[in-house]
């Protein structure tokens, strides 16, 4: 053995029993196996003991151009996954935000367009404006919004947002309109409604004349509903909903037309005694006046019997019966126009003298709210407390009537006065001429008789 041989031994003697071999100039950790065992073998002070993502971090660095927890589903410029790259996304921290998402009414900018709740939410609400404050919308206009705007409900039952008494929980009155917004006009409201002579349907008058050839009823178009002149009208009067006409004539014949007026009446009854007037109808009965005897009679428009329905009694006036000569409440009381006053019928009982009144009153009307009229023979149209006969106030009109006339109110208020061949309309207020008509702007050259009867 040579002189240095003592030395290799020795230097042999200090290794380790084996080598590592796979240990590479990447390892970190000398002394540390490579391969992530659970432990920070790679010496990422990133990975811990739970970290099965072999060389990649638990968590992802924000926008430093790497995917460092290897995820694909957070890449380094989407760290909440939702699709959205960090420069479109307005908090890349929260994936229900994203101008890829539909925007909710949840309080949160879902689709990144700088609007919360906006219109373009998919689960808007759809709102109606109530302009009238009923508490109704109005079903013609809407919003989308996820909250109500100013003045907006979720309702849409108005049918008329410009009336606040016009609603689904309104009163419906006879006046022409749906008050209570359920598809039709003055249902019931007109029944018994007016009692009296009713005029001013949907805002046309009509008006009933005879002369030479015969007996007919104006509206917007004429027409002849009898060709025998003798049938002289005494009574032309509306059913309670307007949509009949009844009129009687001297005969004691009352007839009945349906809209549109053509050629032919067709006769419900006759009444057999004396000198039949002016009829009234209630509830689907035909009242009218025997001038002689100064009883009322009814006839039931369905069957056509006739019967007494209160007698004139103890009376010592007796009334007319002129085609306004009469009129009924929604009690079923008759009121008469006599030269002693007004006279009432009960049903089934006499006649009293509502009032005496020395004007000698001719005609007797009520306009929609059962408030009772009178016109006397010096051109004043008193109104009349129904049930002590007290005067309440008047009008003067002028000219005064000298002959036969007719008296109606209409749905303004206003009274309207027939003469013979004219008509006049009166203001309610002061008894001013509101309006004038001639009979021969209607039936030119024609001879004879023209009566305009109001109703």
Not at 224 to 234: K, R
Not at 366 to 379: E, F, H, S, V
Not at 407 to 421: K, M, S
Request: net charge negative; proline share 4%; with cysteine.
């Amino acid at each position: 053995m040579s002189a240095r041989t003592p030395a290799i031994l020795l230097a042999a003697l200090l290794l380790p029993a084996c080598i590592d071999v796979s240990l590479t100039a990447t390892d970190k950790d000398e002394g540390e196996d490579p391969v992530e065992t659970g432990l920070d073998d790679l010496g990422d002070p990133a990975d811990t003991a739970a970290d099965t993502n072999d060389g990649c971090a638990d968590a992802e660095v924000p926008y430093d151009g790497v995917d460092n927890d290897c995820d694909t589903a957070t890449p380094d410029d989407d760290l909440d996954g939702d699709g959205a790259l960090f420069a479109d996304d307005c908090d890349d921290a929260d994936p229900a935000r994203s101008p890829l998402l539909d925007e909710l009414c949840d309080g949160v900018d879902n689709d990144c367009d700088g609007v919360v709740d906006g219109t373009n939410a998919v689960d808007t609400a759809r709102w109606y404006p109530d302009g009238d404050g009923d508490g109704f919308g109005d079903p013609t206009a809407w919003v989308d919004a996820c909250d109500a705007p100013f003045g907006h409900l979720s309702d849409a039952t108005d049918c008329d947002d410009a009336a606040v008494s016009v609603n689904p929980l309104g009163t419906e009155v006879c006046n022409g309109a749906d008050d209570d917004c359920d598809g039709a006009t003055d249902e019931d409201a007109c029944t018994l409604g007016y009692g009296g002579h009713r005029i001013d349907k949907a805002g046309d008058y009509y008006y009933a004349l005879y002369n030479d050839d015969g007996f007919g009823i104006l509206g917007s178009t004429d027409w002849f509903g009898s060709s025998d002149a003798s049938s002289t009208p005494e009574g032309v009067t509306w059913n309670e909903d307007q949509s009949l006409l009844y009129y009687n004539d001297l005969g004691g014949n009352v007839w009945v037309q349906a809209e549109p007026f053509d050629a032919t009446s067709t006769r419900v009854g006759t009444f057999a005694v004396g000198q039949v007037g002016g009829g009234v109808v209630f509830d689907g009965v035909f009242y009218t006046g025997d001038y002689a005897g100064g009883n009322i009679y009814a006839m039931d428009l369905s069957t056509g019997r006739t019967g007494l329905y209160a007698s004139l009694g103890g009376t010592a006036c007796k009334p007319y019966f002129g085609n306004s000569a009469m009129s009924i409440d929604t009690d079923g009381r008759v009121y008469a126009a006599s030269s002693c006053g007004i006279v009432v019928y009960e049903p089934g009982t006499d006649a009293v003298m509502l009032n005496s009144y020395s004007g000698l009153i001719s005609a007797v009307a009520m306009d929609a709210t059962q408030n009772l009229y009178g016109l006397d023979y010096y051109g004043n149209i008193v109104e009349f407390d129904k049930t002590t006969g007290a005067e309440l106030g008047h009008v003067t009109i002028s000219p005064t009537p000298s002959v036969t006339w007719t008296l109606a109110v209409d749905g303004n208020g206003d009274f309207v006065v027939n003469y013979w061949g004219e008509q006049y309309i009166f203001s309610g207020v002061d008894g001013s001429v509101v309006e004038r008509f001639d009979a021969s702007a209607y039936y030119p050259g024609s001879s004879g008789y023209y009566w305009y009867v109001t109703f």
